[in-house]
């Protein structure tokens, strides 16, 4: 992600990930309401994994908090204190978050002195790995961040080295069904390593709810729209026609990312076995959702161009260099007005809230 919060940041272009939260709001609640009238802590003990660094990593700790101190003033039933971690890689801008504390904290004050008290902590680290002692936590939230992987699929070359998604740089149209398998068969690991992880975490009885991007069809169907991921390399494609860009370049680089089915995520829960499925929906966002909040001199290519940039910008530069990025993103936006034009861009998002079975580890 892009850090800091100006024009090209993360914290500045995050309101595709806070629709999400705002969708996701009615299955946060029910699992939270659920979660402290069945255990009822002296202190609830929250992650929030891939906070990243903007607005919506304190809207969802806000949230949450005015949702529990609403549920014990319904049972005249004195609040919790909450301590919550905010957890993404080390290379995450936590300093950005840990000024805006204060402010935050002057407004929770605001609320009334039987409001918390709320104590916020960073949790660096990678979410692939344990992060947190044994049992400790109650709640765990992750919103926008599962569709990334642990890594690239080893799939994606061949055992001689020759790669395998040429001229793509996620699972497309022209991608060989090795290429879609290997993806599959990574996200099915990340995704199996995850919520054991979480499972050695999470009390029994605590919940955890995940929203993420997915995939309505399967890949290997053929027939699904256009991906965002697809176009951008179709459009990088180009600029190796044009001679911008080395044709190894384009083929050796795949994204570390796959968004699954709902039917994917439900076999890797049931097989894994940890949790029990309390919800699992799907809900739709066009890509250019919002755009009536932005900055409104943008075309909707534009706009989508730019929320794409300022979360995968880090990841292209390493590869392709920082030099390409601005004529990479500015033809992107191109080609997304005139897809726009005439198909419809939206995203499959799923939300999943899980509750740790009482078995013991
Ligand atoms: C699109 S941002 C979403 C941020 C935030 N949750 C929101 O809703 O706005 C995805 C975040 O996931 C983080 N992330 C990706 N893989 C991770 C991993 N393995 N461990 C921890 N954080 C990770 C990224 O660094 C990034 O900040």
């Not at 500045?12 to 009822?40: A, D, H």
């Not at 014990?72 to 978050?97: M, R």
């Not at 066009?286 to 990841?315: A, F, H, M, T």
Request: glycine share 8%; aromatic share 12%.
């Amino acid at each position: 992600m892009n850090g800091g919060d100006g024009e090209t940041s993360y914290a500045g272009n995050s309101l595709l990930q806070k629709e999400m939260i705002i969708k996701s709001k009615p299955i946060v609640e029910e699992s939270m309401r659920e979660l402290y009238l069945g255990t009822f802590p002296n202190c609830l003990r929250i992650a929030d994994l891939g906070c990243s660094s903007g607005p919506n990593t304190l809207l969802f700790i806000s949230e949450i908090m005015d949702l529990i101190h609403f549920t014990c003033q319904e049972l005249n039933h004195k609040g919790p204190t909450f301590q919550v971690y905010l957890n993404d890689l080390p290379g995450n801008d936590f300093n950005t978050i840990f000024r805006s504390l204060p402010s935050f904290y002057e407004k929770l004050k605001k609320k009334g002195a039987d409001f918390g008290p709320c104590f916020i902590a960073g949790m660096p680290g990678n979410f692939y790995g344990r992060l947190f002692p044994d049992h400790y936590l109650h709640f765990v939230h992750s919103n926008y961040c599962l569709h990334w992987r642990s890594q690239v699929p080893e799939g994606v070359v061949s055992k001689s080295g020759i790669p395998l998604n040429k001229g793509n740089i996620y699972i497309a149209k022209t991608s060989p069904i090795i290429v879609y398998a290997s993806y599959l068969q990574l996200f099915e690991r990340d995704f199996t390593l995850f919520l054991r992880l979480r499972s050695q975490e999470i009390i029994p009885g605590g919940y955890m709810v995940l929203s993420m991007i997915g995939s309505d069809k399967k890949f290997l169907s053929g027939n699904h729209s256009y991906t965002i991921f697809e176009l951008l390399g179709i459009t990088l494609s180009d600029m190796v026609q044009e001679g911008l860009l080395q044709e190894e370049e384009l083929d050796s680089f795949n994204l570390p990312y796959y968004a699954p089915t709902a039917e994917e995520m439900r076999q890797v829960i049931e097989t894994e076995g940890s949790f029990d499925i309390q919800r699992l929906e799907t809900v739709k966002t066009d890509w250019d959702v919002n755009i009536d909040k932005g900055n409104k001199s943008l075309s909707r290519g534009e706009y989508v161009s730019k929320g794409i940039k300022v979360v995968v910008q880090p990841i292209l530069a390493s590869h392709f260099g920082e030099e390409i990025m601005d004529n990479l993103f500015e033809r992107f936006a191109v080609k997304m007005d005139e897809y726009l034009e005439v198909e419809k861009g939206e995203y499959t998002n799923i939300v999943v809230s899980l509750k740790k079975r009482n078995t013991s580890e």
